[in-house]
């Protein structure tokens, strides 16, 4: 493929004459195989953000949902965007996953079992990437769906996630736009999962980036929906109406992040041609419109206060609802 | 041979990286780490003749009298032993922080492996199977290849290799090459030693003395050089792992031409090795 050639040959020059010197002036030069692979995250990291905002930016500015009288709460969403994306979290996260999967694998070797990969173990998979690539996102997929779902059916988890739901002028940056906590959690969440079906780090990193730009393009202050296609990927219309007023807090629809299906599968799907306001109406203004440390203390100060009403109401023997 | 074009492409798990031939020479064993398998190929045609489920295997090589496999994994810090005619498991080592390359001495004896994260070369006896002895040898050791009596490792976080006694385990000898040496190889047919030299800074391959350990020439090739080969006509192909590339370097002329090839190309083997008689490693080439 041209492009992932021309991405590798990028982080090639980043590595040797940007990472290597640092490594080899640190007496880290043992990390140097995997130095290469932070450079290719950075690489794709930085060309999916520029193909996000050069589609969506002409596309909001054509038919905009709402318009707003200055851009300043977008501002935010913006800063999120790059620390997820390009920055220190998906680097930290590429870190701890090898690390975590290394001691795990080495356990369970030692113990005599040797973890297969899903391609070596589900007949026909093997040799065939792109089909390879969509049992793994169709897997990883559905973990989110659930991930999402849950975190608007818990009162401690919804709090965290109230961060992401308080967006009033939501725009394709939005997608970053989540508790730290909350990035934990999911963190943890996709986790287990890579390390049960055993995720290729970097087999798939062009399709990745396709799945997250249809997730930036989801949260697109864009009046379009994919027309016939609707039910095939989540579109701006789709994951609008979960960011509607209405579908705040405990109750709400459209949890999908990249495939309606598991919406249509678990009867949460809503397919209505509307287009609703976003927003938390009980979201503190310091969540709406606060910068990004308010936004995180903020949601800090929500988690703490609904984990004391869900103990409360354990303790006098109601289930947590 | 001559289209110097890439001819066909086989799938692997995930990052398949150095290989070693069966004794009959009939197969090819390529191993995949984190795939956690070893994938075997008809060394003459390239045809895919299936796969093994292994640990980690990251670099590997039989014993010069076929007797082990021996296999390091470099994620897991194991040094594995197993049957060379069975692959049955028959010891585990646990001596360091990322094993990385290996050899054996001529008789079979003794092993020497690089430990990249803890900075040591480790000699193993294969017949009492126990550890000999470990030297720190400098940062980030790489690339072992028993010479003329003695062990020579490379130290990527330094800006060569080192010779080491294999009886005492001293070091006797440091030669600088260039920043970040990986891998050191013999042409056996013109008696040339070649060191890889990743970087930072100029990168590319060194040409030495076997016996004095001078060097000979400098060739420049950026784009991380790593294990290479030669054929017949004594051109050297070199894997860039940056690059995504096979370099073909004329070491008279010191011309190169490359050839694209996909992601991080860490081994190469050439199935006009097979011509050679004697034992056959990616070191000897
Ligand atoms: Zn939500
Ligand atoms: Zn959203």
Not at chain 2, 27 to 46: E, R, V, Y
Request: hydrophobic fraction near 45%.
């Amino acid at each position: 493929m041209g492009l992932d050639r021309l991405f590798s040959n990028i982080a090639g020059y980043m590595d040797q004459y940007l990472v290597l010197p640092v490594l080899f002036r640190l007496h880290w030069m043992a990390w140097d195989d995997l130095a290469f692979d932070w450079c290719l995250i950075c690489v794709y990291g930085i060309f999916a953000v520029l193909v996000t905002y050069a589609v969506c930016l002409p596309l909001e500015a054509w038919r905009p949902v709402e318009r707003w009288p200055d851009n300043k709460a977008v501002l935010v969403d913006v800063f999120y965007t790059f620390l997820n994306r390009v920055g220190v979290t998906p680097i930290v996260t590429f870190v701890l996953f090898y690390q975590v999967q290394t001691w795990s694998t080495g356990l369970l070797v030692e113990h005599g079992f040797i973890p297969p990969t899903l391609d070596s173990l589900v007949p026909g998979l093997f040799g065939h990437p792109l089909v390879t690539f969509l049992v793994y996102a169709l897997i990883l997929d559905c973990a989110d769906y659930w991930r999402h779902r849950l975190s608007h059916s818990f009162r401690w988890w919804y709090a965290l996630h109230a961060l992401h739901h308080a967006q009033t002028q939501m725009s394709f940056w939005s997608d970053d736009r989540n508790h730290l906590l909350d990035d934990v959690i999911s963190f943890f969440w996709f986790f287990t999962i890579g390390l049960l079906i055993g995720i290729p780090p970097l087999q798939f990193p062009l399709l990745l980036m396709a799945m997250k730009f249809i997730e930036s393009l989801s949260h697109a202050n864009i009046r379009a929906s994919f027309g016939p296609l609707e039910w095939l990927f989540v579109s701006p219309r789709f994951h609008r109406f979960h960011h509607g007023l209405r579908a705040a807090g405990r109750h709400s629809c459209n949890y999908a992040s990249v495939f309606p299906v598991w919406d249509i599968i678990f009867r949460t799907a809503d397919f209505r041609d509307e287009y609703l306001p976003t927003g938390d109406a009980r979201a503190p203004a310091a969540l709406v419109s606060g910068s990004y440390l308010a936004q995180q203390a903020t949601g800090l100060k929500l988690f703490w206060q609904a984990l004391g009403k869900s103990w409360a109401s354990l303790g006098i023997g109601r289930a947590a609802s | 041979m001559a289209s110097r074009q890439v001819v066909g492409t086989e799938p692997a798990y995930r990052e398949p990286s150095h290989w070693c031939l069966t004794p009959d020479r009939r197969q090819l064993f390529i191993c995949d780490a984190s795939g956690n398998a070893i994938f075997i190929f008809d060394p003459i045609t390239g045809a895919p003749l299936g796969r093994k489920r292994i640990a980690d295997p990251y670099q590997l090589g039989y014993t010069p009298d076929n007797k082990y496999l021996m296999v390091n994994a470099l994620r897991l810090d194991f040094v594995d032993v197993y049957d060379g005619a069975t692959l049955r498991l028959v010891k585990r080592f646990k001596p360091g922080r990322w094993p990385s390359h290996l050899d054996f001495s001529p008789d079979s004896r003794w092993s020497f492996n690089s430990m990249q994260n803890s900075n040591t070369l480790v000699s193993f006896d294969l017949a009492s199977m126990t550890q000999r002895w470990a030297v720190t040898v400098g940062e980030t050791p790489a690339g072992v290849l028993w010479h003329r009596g003695k062990v020579l490792c490379c130290i990527m976080g330094g800006r060569g290799f080192v010779e080491v006694d294999p009886v005492s385990g001293q070091i006797t000898r440091r030669v600088v090459t260039g920043d970040g040496a990986h891998n050191i190889f013999l042409d056996t047919k013109k008696q040339i030693l070649y060191v890889s030299n990743r970087g930072p800074g100029k990168t590319g391959l060194t040409a030495l003395d076997p016996v004095s350990f001078q060097i000979l020439r400098q060739y420049e090739i950026p784009g991380g050089p790593d294990d290479i080969g030669i054929d017949p006509e004594g051109n050297i192909w070199i894997c860039l792992r940056y690059a995504e590339s096979v370099a073909i370097l004329d070491p008279v002329s010191g011309h190169y031409s490359s050839i694209p090839v996909g992601r991080s190309p860490h081994g190469i083997f050439l199935n006009t090795m097979l011509r050679q008689p004697g034992r056959i490693t990616a070191e000897r080439i």
